[in-house]
């Protein structure tokens, strides 16, 4: 590659006309689908350029150097500029269909809270009507059927609030884990704990994204983990906020071809949009799982009410 870049370049001096622009952006098209980095690709390009300026023979060439090494430079670039512009792109379109789906999962909260929970009203007015017409051996059978009524709002209730936690709009993310961690607690038996402190209200989409993050992981945690224990711990230092989540179950078993799983990938998604990561693995020596999520909280990110 460094024998073609000085090539290139030779030519890019003596005339630096269309086909010469074109090379140095084919050699930058290369280098970028070869997998060199952007650090190393500028190296190689420096060296190129410095190699002329040290064959120099006179003031008058070393400035006609200077002058084509821009042009040059930002041509052998431009392949990387429009990686970078194209992951821009990406990021807000994915930025954009997560609002999307964060709007639709809210219509449907509030479509299952209120729709259903009128229907239910409905159906304990017939019921109350029905008791007082009872044949006489029914009534134990109408107690039974309230009950069950009872349990049915109960879980709609908790799933519509999970689905879109009004808490996390008005209280911020540590009361709406809290409430979270409860809810899975007391449907699946695992002892959840949550700790830590965003140290202040975040930006709506990180507060969001870090729900679904841990509503993820403790969905995991029920399905795959046979844990008795889970622990989330939230804490932000050096502008990023940190979540992990670790269980006391099987750990992951090692990676496997079958494994067709979209929680975490869509996790990685969602957080590549806020420029923040996810990883996860067993925890090396005592087992059980961890999941860790970073996001960066410059000042621009930050709300302002700090209640959380
Ligand atoms: N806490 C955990 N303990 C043990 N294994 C886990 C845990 N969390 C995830 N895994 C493993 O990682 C896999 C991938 O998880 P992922 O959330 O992506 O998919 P899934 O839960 O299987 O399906 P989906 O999330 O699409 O409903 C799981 O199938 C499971 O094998
Ligand atoms: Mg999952």
Not at 245 to 257: E, I, L, N, Q, R
Request: with cysteine; proline share 4%; hydrophobic share 40%.
């Amino acid at each position: 590659m460094n024998q073609r870049i000085n090539a290139a370049f030779a030519s890019y001096l003596i005339r630096p006309d269309e086909t010469a622009r074109l090379s140095a952006y084919e050699l930058g098209r290369q280098a970028l689908e070869a997998g060199t980095g952007l650090m190393d690709w500028v190296g190689t390009v420096h060296s190129a350029i410095a190699d002329r300026f040290r064959h120099a023979e006179s003031p008058a060439e070393c400035a006609r150097i200077a002058v084509a090494a821009e042009g040059f430079l930002l041509e052998c670039l431009s392949a990387y500029e429009m990686t970078f512009q194209g992951a821009r792109e990406a990021n807000d379109a994915l930025r954009r269909q997560n609002d999307l789906l964060e709007s639709e999962t809210r219509r449907i909260a509030h479509e299952i809270h209120d729709t259903a929970g009128q229907i239910l009203v409905s159906v304990y007015v017939e019921l109350q009507q029905l008791g007082a017409a009872k044949p006489a051996d029914a009534g134990p059978y109408l107690a039974r059927v309230t009950t069950l009524l009872d349990e049915i709002q109960a879980h709609l209730r908790r799933f519509a609030h999970e689905l879109r936690p009004t808490m996390l709009d008005d209280l911020g993310l540590m009361p709406a884990l809290e409430a979270l961690g409860q809810s899975v607690s007391s449907r699946s038996g695992i002892a959840v704990s949550i700790e830590g402190s965003t140290e202040g209200r975040l930006a709506p989409a990180v507060e969001i994204a870090l729900y679904r993050t841990v509503q993820e992981a403790l969905t995991n945690t029920t399905k795959h983990s046979g844990a008795a224990r889970a622990e989330v711990s939230v804490e932000r230092q050096r502008g990023e906020v940190r979540c992990t989540v670790t269980d006391d179950g099987v750990g992951f078993a090692p990676a496997t071809s079958h494994n067709h799983g979209l929680g975490l990938i869509g996790l990685r998604e969602r957080l590549a949009s806020l420029g923040g990561s996810v990883r996860w693995g067993s925890i090396p020596g005592v087992g059980g799982a961890v999941l860790a999520v970073t996001i960066p909280v410059e000042a621009s990110h930050a709300a302002s009410s700090p209640n959380s």
